[in-house]
């Protein structure tokens, strides 16, 4: 059972255009999603986190909106650029764990076209 | 950002030999970590380790997997012995902790066992 879903699988854009990726969870006691971005043959890069008390988190283009009673949350790259073309990966991490632990989605492939 | 390093960033071996994959994480962090990423899967927790100890593992983490920081050197990740599965790129993380939940990424070992 996947407990951290990500839709679309891939998504293509145009420049300029906000690019929306979803992700859905099913563990009640996630409160803290940071999203990565991963360019090929290199590492996760941390982009915006979110913690559970909050809908919303902005940075720059960048926006999570985030909804509690349905288990979801969506990132906004608002702008998008051919520069952002990359995997983004949803993840979530419990307070009971510590937060030491992280349960990753299966990532969007986002390719912004100019 | 902060910079995790990892070495090698290719490893090819035979079955049944020992491997160790070597990660210098970010020098003021106390939390380390191992994800695991098959190709074309998401990326799955491993271990995470504190203070000298093991804290947390998952049920991927075999018995023939182990991890040590020895003398705050390199946090390591050894198997032995390998097996055909062990094939993935393996991504060293940390943390500093506490309320600082953010993890950090190395660029991955890509394991090949033959």
């Known amino acids: 059972q996947q407990q951290v879903r990500q839709s679309p699988q891939s998504l293509t854009v145009w420049e300029g255009e906000t690019a929306i990726l979803n992700c859905s969870y099913e563990?009640?006691?996630?409160?803290?999603f940071p999203w990565y971005q991963q360019f090929p043959g290199e590492g996760p890069a941390l982009l915006i986190s979110i913690l559970s008390v909050s809908d919303k988190k902005e940075d720059g283009r960048f926006t999570i909106f985030f909804n509690k009673r349905e288990k979801k949350l969506s990132l906004h790259i608002a702008d998008s650029q051919p520069g952002d073309s990359a995997t983004y990966f949803c993840a979530a991490s419990a307070k009971d764990s510590g937060y030491n632990k992280l349960t990753f989605g299966k990532g969007t492939v986002l390719l912004v076209s100019p | 950002g902060p910079k995790v390093l990892q070495i090698p960033s290719h490893q090819i071996i035979d079955m049944g030999q020992m491997v160790t994959l070597n990660c210098d994480p970010v020098?003021?962090?106390?939390?380390f970590y191992w994800y695991k990423q098959i190709l074309g899967q998401q990326m799955e927790f491993l271990v995470n380790?504190?203070?000298?100890?093991?804290?947390?593992k998952s049920k991927l983490f075999k018995d023939q997997f182990s991890v040590e920081r020895p003398d705050g050197s390199y946090f390591t990740l050894k198997i032995q012995p390998t097996a055909l599965e062990d094939s993935a790129v393996y991504f060293c993380a940390s943390s500093f902790g506490g309320l600082s939940y953010e993890q950090y990424f190395g660029p991955g070992t890509r394991l090949t066992v033959l």
């Open positions: 563990n009640s006691a996630f409160d803290y």
């Open positions: 020098s003021n962090h106390l939390y």
């Open positions: 380790f504190y203070n000298g100890k093991v804290m947390e």
